[in-house]
């Protein structure tokens, strides 16, 4: 009995013919031992206590975007005085960027430019907001960094934020090389920053050197394994029952969410620019991230993947004093050195 | 009040003090849509009903290596088939070996030799059981592979499958140039691939050009955000509570865990070769991969990881029909044709 139950572990021989659903048990989930304290802070929180309440109008996803940008914009004095950097508001092309420069710019980056796309699932994280990652990049990596201020819902819908973003990068183009610069972003700005090349390519523009899609929301349909394996492991976007994906819907204004704009895992990757992703165990994105991987390297694009241990969706970007903060960034600024002319 | 509510999502601000433990509640796990049939069969298998059944004694221990092997070893002759691949026991230096060879060798391979070393957590896997990665990596990859059938509990423990594994390694290198031959393994076999390295350092001896562990148990004291998060997630390992780990400390036999010779997360790993890892999303050990990606890393090594879509621990190396096993195997063989001379 025991020899025969036991043998059923671990067996790598044929598979059962037709897999099954199956029920994952209540467990505790304890605060790991094995990252920063900065980092235990913030995968220790709990899980927001209405994460799933979701605005029914324009006024209540106005109040959020308020309410979200509000509490972005209060860390970020704080984190331009520890990374010596310095932002500045500006117009591109007629659109919103900002300026976010380091007191240091590398030598080998004085002729070198990261345009950067801020996430919030496509209507948050807009104005002063859109730069905490900048403010990172910029900071660790001692690179020139744009930060687009895309417009989103209510003011513009699907597709506008790739129309700012081409406006942007046209106007680039006239100060810098494309094989000078890369473009960088994560969640929603991770998928931009993929549609984005998806866009360049139809229209045959130069290509940026190297990009890197952080935990890129890839996929709008719902599907990735991690919706369902990593639902209240998450604590930042917990589950699909949150507000991010309405948020996505809300600016994809009824097109079909299947569009390799607005869900680039359905695009065609071959010719993209070598790229860096960026995820974390317990991320909800995890699996669209680790998806998009596979699809660029299936394409023949030279991809490397980072996924840093216990963490929840983009808590890369969340504490520039945590040290995998640091790894983070600093593993982007080192690809794009790799890839990016001088 | 809905301002404030969720105002709280995904709020990049300052972390609050202190975190968590967290209750993660019951929930759906489904077969995922985005994998190939084959895969989908492997991971929606149902969680063996006894997988936290331990062996209590050595005759239990012995009973469970026959019932595992067994299952192993009759998938042997289709997968060695279908590959087009041959197994020839032998010995080396006095350890059992198996030489085994793609019928078709690729030209640039002729004067390169992979060294497997087989999982199971230390204890089960032996025998012609030892093959079945092997029969995979010299199909898919066209390699001459030497899979070694290193001594196990009851037979030797701690550290008897290091001492086979060097001895193997000095009698291959009277037939190949260190710098034309690569280790790989999955599972205890990943983790006595970072552990050889570490032995081979303190010998002196001259390193493999490159490695490949695959899902390393990599930290055998419990560390790692995955054995919470993953577990009942992955349908191979399951949990904590099951044989593996009492399997790797039968094989420790009473020795520190945490010495890096079987942990070896906690070793040293400056001057390793290049590397490459692979897991899983639902893996229990994708956080001991992710942790031994970072400690590479950090120590100025060049490594890859790949994370496959919805895959528990080792589901690559099951079905050498799914396209999946030829996605992760190939990625290998790419990777070793790279940094090994020809």
Known sequence: MLKKSLGTIMVLAAAVAIGQDRTVPARILPVPTDVSPQMQAIVGRPIPPNFDVVPQTIAE????????????????????QRLHVTVEERRMAGVTVFAV????????????????????????????????????????GHYKVISVDYRMPPVAYFPAALDDLVAVWREALKGYRADRMAVFGSSAGGALTLEMVLRLKELGLPLPAAIAPGTPMSDLTGVGDSFAANAFVDNVLVSRASACDPAAQLYAHGHDLKDPLLSPIFGDMHGFPPAILTTGTRDLLLSNTVRTHRKLKDAGVEAELNVFEAMSHANYSVDDTAPETHQAFGDIARFFDKHLDK
């Open 61 to 80: 996803w106005v109040a959020l975007q308020e309410a979200y940008n509000a509490s972005v914009v209060q860390a970020l004095p704080g984190q331009e």
């Open 101 to 140: 420069t380091p007191d240091r710019v590398a030598p080998e980056n004085r002729d070198r430019l990261l345009i950067h796309i801020h996430g919030g699932c496509y209507v948050l994280g807009g104005g002063l907001a859109a730069t905490t990652e900048a403010v990172m990049m910029a900071g660790i």
